[in-house]
């Protein structure tokens, strides 16, 4: 594998350090997106879901829990208070 230079040493940097933002970011338009969602569709968004809420280090229990009950209002708030802690 070749060795990145310094520029892209930054980028990756960067992208990690703020890897955070741009999850919570793209959760709050999942949740969006949710709500109008049917089908086939709302399954496939509940899935990528699924994985932001683990990669924000929200408890396994707590993502089944709201997966399970299909409501994008409790989504929502986990969402709320992501944001209040960031």
Excluded at 26 to 50: F, N, P, S
Excluded at 72 to 78: D, E, G, M, N, S
Aim: aromatic share 6%.
């Amino acid at each position: 594998m070749a060795e990145l230079s310094k520029y892209q040493q930054s980028v990756v940097k960067n992208y990690y350090d703020n890897l955070d933002t741009a999850l919570l970011q793209r959760l709050g338009e999942q949740v969006t997106d949710l709500y109008l969602a049917e089908g086939k569709k709302r399954a496939k968004l509940w899935e990528t879901i699924e994985k932001s809420l683990a990669k924000l280090g929200v408890p396994k229990s707590r993502i089944a829990t709201i997966v399970k009950s299909d409501d994008a209002r409790q989504l929502a708030t986990i969402l709320q208070e992501l944001l209040a802690k960031d």
